[in-house]
């Protein structure tokens, strides 16, 4: 059974910085992709990091691209989400997700099967 556990979430100012931590068990955590996802209230979930399992080839949206940075262990099946110059439109709740998709499919939460339960991420201004 794939379980997924985020953690690291919490309440920072705008320009601060948070690192999610997404720790995998039960599976060969080297043969999936994991992606991290946020949902803010209101709004339609969001990709915001992928790392492929195929290389460990990274994406952003523009949306976080140089802020955001995502990285992963595979010797202890956890991805993080190093997160720096936080606005408060980084809100929400993040969700890390695994999947053994590759290339673009990575890019739709649709092709991602399992999924953590959530960290919640407040941005003061």
């Known amino acids: 059974q794939v379980e997924l556990t985020e953690s690291g979430g919490g309440l920072v100012q705008a320009g601060g910085s948070l690192r999610l931590s997404c720790v995998a068990s039960g599976v060969t955590f080297r043969s999936y992709s994991i992606a991290w996802f946020r949902q803010a209230p209101g709004k339609e979930r969001e990709l915001v990091a992928v790392?492929?399992?195929?290389?460990?080839?990274?994406y952003y949206p523009d949306s976080v691209k140089g802020r955001f940075a995502i990285s992963r262990d595979n010797a202890k099946n956890t991805v993080y989400l190093q997160m720096n110059s936080l606005k408060p439109e980084d809100t929400a709740v993040y969700y890390c997700?695994?999947?053994?998709?590759?290339?673009?499919?990575?890019?739709?939460?649709?092709?991602?099967?399992?999924w953590g339960q959530g960290t919640r991420v407040t941005v003061s201004s």
């Open positions: 997700a695994a999947s053994t998709v590759v290339f673009s499919g990575t890019l739709d939460s649709n092709n991602y099967p399992h």
């Open positions: 790392t492929r399992k195929a290389g460990g080839s990274t």
